[in-house]
């Protein structure tokens, strides 16, 4: 028989969303007539817009010509067009086409990257942080032996993010030549780095010879125009950072599947070698390319109608946050002691129960509301107490939610 690769071995037992879904099925099983309301998943539930549909029917139609017909692209980091697209509409023409790699989304992109890496490579999070970060680290054998419980994995630096530093870490606990990884805006948080930190940030990185891992896959959402939307926005980035990017949560195409991420020329290994090239090999051989209806699906997102259209559906979400939030700020909630975060640049609200166990508030939240979110523990060992409330759903959903919300007490 063949033995499992270790690093599987390692991987925390049970996943959040997982664990989430039993418990809504056990409720639900238990009391059938409840209307349960998710507020739980950061999954879109909007339709896309007419002009990327259009654009992806157009594509797809021509496909099935002798003259429209694509295979293969020459190069499986994207078709051009695309690629040249994504560098002036958003980055400014900073970034050049060949720095931009479109990808089936950011998290295969997170799963893939590790591979430059290999085992020995140091690993720092925000803590709490999306679990992509942790499980990619530990599959690819950078995580330590076992998992301690509460703690989280041995060789993991867990940088810890908390109403106390404004959600942004504390870089003196990162060691040398390590991978940062850095979400802004931030899931599960949905607090947005300030210029002045992510200054700091690239700074450390340059001195200390870190790459940092900056996913911006909500940068869409970023309404405030002080704030920075892509790390590139930084002086010297482009030396020691490498970017996510996603169409998932600001197009719908979480089902579609696109993103990209942006590896500059500038980055380099130890050894001299560049950071692009090991990407470009890595993407030839595991990955052979973004399905081109996708692409097509995504050029015409970047265009001026396909950005006004998708700002709609930003402002949608937004706007469901904004009614999260004040349903949260009720008095219920303000006798309970709760705190709640939300700046307007997110998807998500983070709320503080404090005293309480996140998975605690999140049974109890179920039992008085039927309403799932989600637990901040689940995120990390600094999510413990926080609950966090997805925006993502229809409007008349989110009304209901917060009418029950309102009454909920604990
Ligand atoms: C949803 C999400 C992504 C997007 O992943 P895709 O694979 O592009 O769908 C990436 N990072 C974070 C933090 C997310 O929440």
Redesign the pocket.
Known sequence: MIKKNENYTNLAKGYLFPEIAKRRREFQAANPDAKIISLGI?NTTEPLTPHIVEAMKNFVEAMGTKEGYEGYQDDSAGMPKLRERISSAIYSGKILPSEVFVSD????D?GRLQAMFGRGVKVAVQDPS?PVYVDGSVMAGAGGKHPVTDHGFDDITYMPCLPENDFFPDLSVVQKDSLIYI?SPN?PTGAVASRENLSKLVEFAKANGCIILF?A??SFFIQDKNLPKSIYEIEGAKDCAIE?Q?F??PAGF?GV?L?WCVVPENLKFEDGSRVCDAWARITNTAFNGASNIAQAGGYAALDETGLAEMNATIRYYLENAALIRSALESDNFKKMGVEVYSGGNAPYVWAKFTGKKSWDVFDEILRQCNVVVTPGAGFGPSGESFIRFSSFGHRENIQEACERLKSFNM
């Open positions: 950061g989304g950011a998290k295969c997170l999306y979400c899931n996913d896959a909500y996510m996603s998932s949560k979480t599947r993103g």
